[in-house]
């Protein structure tokens, strides 16, 4: 099957790699508007050749969609307007927005709307790596808009990267990616910046950093032209979990500034709570 990836970052590169590797993809086109991420994904051989959008699409029989999310946004519908048997695959973290702009296009069942739960902080085609996928989510959203045909050829490409799938609206998605996901690096970049205004030695926090701090800040290395757009899309949903998170925050402070160990001991115990859900939920 020849497929072509538009975007060649950590995630399209990644699925790209393996693909490639597995024996899923017999050839893997690239599509990306920044020259030195062409040149890059060539010279590693991340992709066997580079194509304009619309050479890829006429000569691929899926084309995966792993830009910033703003750009999805934007090519999807023009994807959808050429588009014949190919299937369109985005792997976007939020989903509603990709989702609802094509809806009622008349191409809409060519499109699946899914979203790989993995990732690390790097960026660009040398950031791709082998098995990044495997053992993790993936999400499909509103998988009743999407053909059987182009369901099942997404179910066999997830398979082949190891990702077993949960199935979504991309409401719920964009919901629960905000409690889950989004926050996790609002936290990460306000935290890198409260430490960055507050020590003015960067030796300081060289030296001093432990395991703690580092895996903390880690998404804080995260692209600002990849989350930009993420936490502009699913704002509405973003804002209430950050409410959340102050409430939370508030009921430190004052326990803290307190001294009340009593009520230390008891928020803290109450967020433990979370070792056995990330061990297993069941």
């Not at 792993?66 to 369109?88: C, D, F, G, R, W």
């Not at 660009?124 to 495997?134: C, D, E, S, V, Y």
């Not at 409430?247 to 004052?254: A, C, G, N, P, V």
Request: with cysteine; glycine share 4%; proline share 4%.
């Amino acid at each position: 099957m020849r497929i072509s990836v538009v975007g060649l970052g950590l995630i399209g590169g990644s699925m790209a790699l393996d693909l490639k590797a597995n024996g899923f993809a017999s050839e893997i086109i690239g599509v990306d508007y920044n020259e030195e991420h062409c040149d890059e994904a060539l010279s590693i051989k991340l992709v066997d050749r580079i194509l304009s959008i619309d050479l890829a699409l006429e000569q691929s029989e899926v084309m995966i969609l792993a830009t910033p999310v703003q750009h999805i946004v934007k090519l999807l519908p023009e994807v959808l307007n050429k588009v014949k048997s190919q299937v369109i695959i985005d792997v976007g973290s939020t989903k509603y927005p990709a989702s609802e702009c094509v809806r009622d296009h008349p191409s809409r069942g060519n499109y699946v709307a899914t979203h790989p739960m993995a990732g690390t902080e790097f960026s660009g085609p040398t950031a791709a790596i082998k098995n990044l996928f495997r053992n993790k989510v993936a999400i499909f959203c509103d998988v009743d808009l999407s053909s059987k045909k182009a369901i099942y050829i997404a179910n066999d490409i997830f398979d082949c990267l190891g990702m077993p799938i949960v199935k979504m609206t991309s409401k719920q998605h964009d919901l629960h990616t905000a409690y889950v996901s989004h926050i996790s690096h609002v936290s990460s970049f306000a935290l890198a910046l409260t430490v960055l205004k507050k020590e003015k030695d960067a030796q300081n926090i060289f030296n001093l950093a432990s395991g703690g701090f580092d895996s903390t800040v880690r998404l804080a290395k995260s692209s600002p032209e990849m989350w930009t757009p993420i936490l502009a899309q699913n704002a509405k949903n973003i804002i209430s979990v950050l409410d959340n998170y102050i409430s939370e925050l508030i009921q430190f402070r004052k326990a803290i500034e307190t001294q009340d160990t009593d009520a230390l001991n008891r928020i803290i115990g109450e967020a433990n709570k979370i070792r056995k859900i990330l061990k297993d939920p069941r």
